[in-house]
Antibody, heavy 121, light 107 residues
């Protein structure tokens, strides 16, 4: 069974750096075709992709946020970490991590429950 | 980044109705398209991948079609659990992007 859970602070001050951790089980991030992505959703708004870390260590970021984002993995601890610098109230959102396995177009995906982040002084 | 555009943004319907949601890509994505369903306060769940392949366990009233830049999600007979928001997602590029969502609400 594949599970993912996001953790991190609920409240962050403007200009601070946000660090979120996705702890997962049931798969290996070194298996071909596997990725873990970070997606956020501001209150009442749409899903927005932030970045994806692939099995081969390739990382792809949102072009509009790339300068503020870093996604890393800790294989031994089965965790993926999202770091976002210079937080702004507009970054207030629920942040999800999601497992995806893609194999010749076939896809499977499982998401964490999400963690709410509020940016306020 | 590949832009995904869904229509309509909101759809009002009744139980038993047939509903169709459209998703357009800013460039050709072949059939590398997935559909997700998101209930209020919950994480999205995968319904369909490769434009038309139903994930195991998803009711057969859901179907998807399309290729290239135009895709549709159809619910043949809307059920109470189907009132939710639906998102398309392209995975033709390594940076996967979502449409802005279509909320299916009670008429």
């Amino acid at each position: 069974q594949i599970t993912l859970k996001e953790s991190g602070p609920t409240l962050v001050k403007p200009t601070q750096t946000l660090t979120l951790t996705c702890t997962f089980s049931g798969f290996s991030l070194t298996s071909r075709g596997v990725s873990v992505g970070w997606i956020r959703q501001p209150p009442g708004k749409a899903l927005e992709s932030l970045g994806f870390l692939y099995w081969n260590d390739d990382v792809r970021y949102s072009r509009s946020l790339e300068s503020r984002l870093t996604i890393t993995k800790d294989t031994s601890k089965t965790q993926v970490v999202l770091t976002m610098t210079n937080m702004d109230p507009l970054d207030t959102a629920t942040y999800f991590c999601a497992y995806t396995e893609e194999w010749f177009g076939d896809l499977d995906s499982t998401w964490g429950q999400g963690t709410q982040v509020i940016v306020s002084s | 980044d590949i832009q995904m555009t869904q229509s309509p943004s909101t759809l009002s319907a009744s139980v038993g109705d047939r509903v169709t949601i459209t998703c357009r890509a800013s460039e050709s994505i072949s059939t590398w398209l997935a559909w997700y369903q998101q209930a209020p306060g919950k994480a999205p769940k995968l319904l369909i991948y490769k434009a038309s392949t139903l994930k195991s366990g998803v009711p057969s009233r859901f179907s998807g079609s399309g290729s290239g830049t135009e895709f549709t999600l159809t619910i043949s007979s809307l059920q109470p659990d189907d009132f939710a928001t639906y998102y398309c997602q392209q995975y033709n590029s390594y940076f996967r992007t979502f449409g802005q969502g279509t909320k299916v609400e009670v008429k």
